[in-house]
């Protein structure tokens, strides 16, 4: 069974910064593609970014690239999401998912993962 944690969320003004951080236990880390996705109230959850085992490709989705980074350490089993210049739209649940296959081409979908975290919410005030 693969375990994965959020934390690092909170509240920050718009254009501010924060790391997220999603620790991962119970299986082979350096195997999995990770994903961030986000969900805010009333609507759907979404994806934000992913990147490959090896973390040599990532993706983001159109409204945060320039803006946030996804990096991963596989000695700590950690995969992380830098964001920068935060907006008050970016007010979310924001969820880590793990998918034991590395790769998968449907990763902006969340079928593409088979394990999840419980969530970090990050507000941002205007």
């Known amino acids: 069974q693969v375990h994965v944690v959020e934390s690092g969320g909170g509240l920050v003004q718009a254009g501010g910064s924060l790391r997220l951080s999603c620790a991962a236990s119970?299986?082979?880390?350096?195997?999995?593609?990770m994903g961030w996705f986000r969900q805010a109230p009333g609507k759907e959850r979404e994806f934000v970014a992913a990147i490959r085992w090896s973390g040599g490709v990532t993706n983001y989705a159109d409204s945060v690239k320039g803006r946030f980074t996804i990096s991963r350490d596989n000695a700590k089993n950690t995969v992380y999401l830098q964001m920068n210049s935060l907006k008050p739209e970016d007010t979310a649940v924001y969820y880590c998912?793990?998918?034991?296959?590395?790769?998968?081409?449907?990763?902006?979908?969340?079928?593409?993962?088979?394990?999840w975290g419980q969530g970090t919410q990050v507000t941002v005030s205007s």
């Open positions: 119970g299986g082979i880390f350096s195997r999995y593609g």
């Open positions: 998912a793990a998918n034991p296959l590395g790769y998968a081409r449907n990763y902006e979908s969340r079928t593409a993962y088979d394990y």
